[in-house]
């Protein structure tokens, strides 16, 4: 990973009215600023088609940082020094060729080598069109360099995914693009290599001839609120399947990589996600939320919330069951699991280690014997539990559960958000915690079953674990879910 200092920069921000920007974005770079190694190195101009000036986007800034923010002179000094504003009005041709007159104006009056962050924090229909008028007004290529971010989702299917980076690749090589998923800049998915390749303890270990199965739940509490329209048309397996859970799938299951960089990482994960066997119909389950109780409140269902057709087949749940055919990996089940209206949210990771030979306790009835297990919490109160095997005191040979437990926030306090972890790593050029181009197509790939029409939809009622119908994928193996 690159941990230099970033070269001085103009962070441009499309989409900067939107709720991505003023709650993520914003406050991410006003952390960044905050350090000495990164003081006055970057300035930001959003951009969007409302018709703001300057002063007027700065007191909305001022507004998103929060009240203590507000009465903080330093902060407001930030802000006037280093945020300006540009409208994009029609988003005509003559509107890019504003952007690209007032980028060198700024870039002049700031004394700036012309290096350049394009952030598209816009929907996913906006990407192509924003990249190819970057374009034709030059701005894809600069003085210095220049990088662009793309959130996920990154396309809709394999086809719009291969055609989003044909696009991209038009106008910037790989290495100057970004695609950023905000799970990978998450303190405990990135401590995943390092738990992994720094501790003797684990590599000998992590493969099939010591874990039976692997299972990685990323389970939401509320439903889809007032996100009705937008999640008609992304569902559970484009939301976070297709991008989150397999990620984290690839830092899982990956060989020790060559070193710790982009290439090197995204070589590894690459190797898992080729690696996975195609997906047959009894691989998997979806399901849709049903009214529901919690709470001795009663819940809606997913046809009843606003935005939402009410014939929908979009799932609200999916379970899967991955065979990764890899010498390490061969014969153990990875599980992944994700859903509205569970009960309750978090995102783990559960290790379950192959049970140890019982023939040692046989001659004793009242013995139970599990199996050890590593549960990764990913969200909230990120840490790592280690359950293993004692002996009960007293007469009799009677096993009980323990666990070994570390929590970040007891050892190292608030973690950084994400945002911010992964906008420094753009400034610095380090593509470590970012999606390559054919990790997404490949994902897309093994996805691909899953968003075939007439796929079976299960209903299950809100506040439950889903559908009855996904103890299908577990039982077969003698496993089941893990709800704790």
Same mark, same amino acid.
């Given at each position: 990973?690159?941990?230099?200092?970033?070269?001085?920069?103009?962070?441009?921000?499309?989409?900067?009215? @939107?709720?991505?920007?003023?709650?993520?974005?914003?406050?991410?770079?006003?952390?960044?600023?905050?350090?000495?190694?990164?003081?006055?190195?970057? #300035? #930001?101009?959003?951009?969007?088609?409302?018709?703001?000036?300057?002063?007027?986007?700065?007191? &909305?800034?001022?507004?998103?940082?929060?009240?203590?923010?507000?009465?903080?002179?330093?902060?407001?000094? !930030?802000?006037?020094?280093?945020?300006?504003?540009?409208?994009?009005?029609?988003?005509?041709?003559?509107?890019?060729?504003?952007?690209?007159?007032?980028?060198?104006?700024?870039?002049?009056?700031?004394?700036?080598?012309?290096?350049?962050?394009?952030?598209?924090?816009?929907?996913?229909?906006?990407?192509?069109?924003?990249?190819?008028?970057?374009?034709?007004?030059?701005?894809?290529?600069?003085?210095?360099?220049?990088?662009?971010?793309?959130?996920?989702?990154?396309?809709?299917? *394999?086809?719009?995914?291969?055609?989003?980076?044909?696009? &991209?690749?038009?106008?910037?090589?790989?290495?100057?693009?970004?695609?950023?998923?905000?799970?990978?800049?998450?303190?405990?998915?990135?401590?995943?290599?390092?738990?992994?390749?720094?501790?003797?303890? !684990?590599?000998?270990?992590?493969?099939?001839?010591?874990?039976?199965?692997?299972?990685?739940?990323?389970?939401?509490?509320?439903?889809?609120?007032?996100?009705?329209?937008?999640?008609? /048309?992304?569902?559970?397996?484009?939301?976070?399947?297709?991008?989150?859970?397999?990620?984290?799938?690839?830092?899982?299951?990956?060989?020790?990589?060559? @070193?710790?960089?982009?290439?090197?990482?995204?070589?590894?994960?690459?190797?898992?996600?080729?690696?996975?066997?195609?997906?047959?119909?009894?691989?998997?389950?979806?399901?849709?939320?049903?009214?529901?109780?919690?709470?001795?409140?009663?819940?809606?269902?997913?046809?009843?919330?606003?935005?939402?057709?009410?014939?929908?087949?979009?799932?609200?749940?999916?379970?899967?069951? *991955?065979? #990764?055919?890899? !010498?390490? =990996?061969?014969?153990?089940?990875?599980?992944?699991?994700?859903? /509205?209206?569970?009960?309750? /949210?978090?995102? /783990?990771?559960?290790?379950?280690?192959?049970?140890?030979?019982?023939?040692?306790?046989?001659?004793?009835?009242?013995?139970?014997?599990?199996?050890?297990?590593?549960?990764?919490?990913?969200?909230?109160?990120?840490?790592?539990? &280690?359950?293993?095997?004692?002996?009960?005191?007293?007469?009799?040979?009677? *096993?009980?559960?323990?666990?070994?437990?570390?929590?970040?926030?007891?050892?190292?306090?608030?973690?950084?958000?994400?945002?911010?972890?992964?906008?420094?790593?753009?400034?610095? @050029?380090?593509?470590?915690?970012?999606?390559?181009?054919?990790?997404?197509?490949?994902? =897309?790939?093994?996805?691909?079953?899953?968003?075939?029409?007439?796929?079976?939809?299960?209903?299950?009622?809100?506040?439950?674990?889903?559908?009855?119908?996904?103890?299908?994928?577990?039982?077969?193996?003698?496993?089941?879910?893990?709800?704790?």
């Amino acid at each position: 990973m690159n941990r230099g200092y970033p070269d001085r920069h103009l962070v441009v921000i499309f989409g900067a009215t @939107g709720d991505l920007a003023h709650r993520k974005l914003i406050p991410a770079l006003h952390e960044i600023e905050k350090s000495a190694a990164t003081q006055g190195r970057a #300035i #930001i101009l959003g951009v969007a088609r409302a018709s703001h000036t300057d002063d007027q986007y700065r007191r &909305l800034v001022i507004e998103s940082l929060g009240k203590s923010a507000q009465a903080d002179p330093r902060v407001v000094e !930030w802000v006037n020094r280093s945020i300006f504003f540009q409208s994009l009005g029609d988003q005509s041709r003559y509107a890019y060729e504003a952007l690209r007159v007032r980028i060198e104006q700024i870039e002049r009056s700031r004394d700036l080598p012309g290096n350049r962050i394009f952030y598209l924090a816009l929907p996913l229909p906006a990407f192509a069109p924003t990249v190819e008028s970057l374009g034709a007004v030059g701005l894809d290529r600069g003085p210095g360099w220049t990088r662009v971010v793309i959130e996920k989702p990154f396309g809709h299917d *394999l086809a719009s995914a291969v055609s989003l980076n044909a696009l &991209l690749h038009r106008h910037h090589d790989e290495q100057h693009i970004f695609r950023l998923d905000h799970y990978l800049g998450k303190e405990t998915v990135q401590n995943l290599i390092a738990f992994r390749f720094g501790n003797a303890l !684990w590599e000998p270990i992590w493969n099939r001839d010591r874990i039976a199965c692997v299972e990685i739940t990323a389970a939401e509490e509320l439903g889809v609120e007032s996100r009705g329209a937008f999640y008609e /048309k992304a569902g559970a397996v484009r939301d976070i399947i297709q991008n989150h859970l397999l990620q984290v799938v690839g830092l899982v299951a990956m060989d020790p990589p060559a @070193g710790i960089d982009g290439t090197s990482v995204s070589n590894e994960k690459l190797k898992v996600l080729r690696s996975i066997a195609p997906l047959r119909e009894d691989d998997f389950i979806l399901g849709q939320y049903a009214p529901g109780e919690a709470g001795g409140k009663t819940l809606p269902g997913y046809l009843e919330e606003p935005g939402v057709a009410p014939d929908s087949r979009t799932e609200t749940y999916a379970a899967v069951r *991955l065979a #990764i055919n890899s !010498w390490r =990996w061969e014969g153990v089940p990875f599980y992944l699991r994700t859903g /509205k209206r569970l009960p309750r /949210k978090t995102t /783990k990771i559960v290790v379950t280690f192959r049970c140890p030979p019982p023939a040692v306790f046989n001659p004793y009835i009242v013995c139970g014997n599990e199996s050890n297990r590593l549960t990764i919490t990913l969200q909230p109160n990120e840490g790592f539990n &280690l359950a293993f095997q004692v002996k009960i005191p007293g007469e009799g040979m009677r *096993l009980h559960t323990q666990e070994m437990r570390f929590r970040y926030a007891d050892t190292f306090g608030t973690l950084p958000e994400a945002y911010q972890t992964l906008l420094l790593d753009v400034m610095r @050029g380090d593509h470590t915690l970012f999606v390559r181009n054919d990790e997404v197509e490949t994902a =897309w790939q093994v996805c691909e079953p899953l968003l075939r029409p007439g796929v079976p939809l299960h209903s299950y009622p809100a506040a439950s674990w889903g559908p009855r119908q996904a103890d299908s994928l577990v039982e077969p193996a003698g496993h089941t879910w893990v709800n704790q």
